[in-house]
């Protein structure tokens, strides 16, 4: 076993650093220990590894050819969200790239109309939750929400808030 080697003092060359800011007058100010190291050291592939994976996401670029495939399956009636995972990219570069080739997008069309929002708020009324109503008319609690904000509905605080 060879834990003396493991936590000893690591061999890189250390530089010290005195703390940024402010000290008070007869408090020594602390210091920062870092290694200093090429690329090829251990703890800084290990933290460049680390910081590239959680706060620098990878990015990568798509090709003319997955660029017009992507605008020739939105023209088809593929949705923004499904060509983002197919691309693994986010749905507003997905978005750029369309508006980039000129593509005009799509609007949503509303899932509710007004007699089907009157039936919902009714039966809001009588003491149907949001997310059962919503399940009755098949859309998501907050598309229901929404409609019932635009139509002048009040909508109940939740339980348990």
């Known amino acids: 076993m060879d834990l003396a080697g493991r ?19 007869g408090r020594p100010s602390k210091t920062v220990t870092r290694p200093v ?9 290990a933290s460049s590894e680390q910081k590239g994976r959680l ?17 020739h399956l939105y023209s088809d009636g593929r949705s923004i969200d499904s060509l983002a995972r197919q691309y693994e990219m986010n749905r507003t570069t997905i ?7 000129g593509i005009e997008r799509r609007r949503v069309t509303r899932k509710m109309t007004d007699d089907s929002v009157a ?29 019932f904000r ?11 808030r």
């Open 37 to 45: 190291g090429g690329p090829d050291s251990d703890l800084a592939a």
């Open 150 to 160: 635009q139509a002048g509905v009040s909508i109940r605080p939740r339980r348990g």
């Open 7 to 25: 936590l000893s003092n690591p061999s890189e060359i250390l530089e010290t650093i005195a703390d940024q800011g402010w000290s008070s007058p």
């Open 95 to 101: 978005i750029t790239h369309l508006d980039r080739a």
């Open 55 to 71: 706060s620098n996401p990878v990015q990568r670029r798509l090709s003319a050819a997955d660029i017009s495939d992507l605008c």
């Open 119 to 147: 039936t919902a708020a009714t039966r809001y009324g009588r003491g149907a939750s949001l997310a059962v109503v919503a399940r009755e008319f098949d859309i998501h609690a907050r598309t229901l929400a929404r409609e």
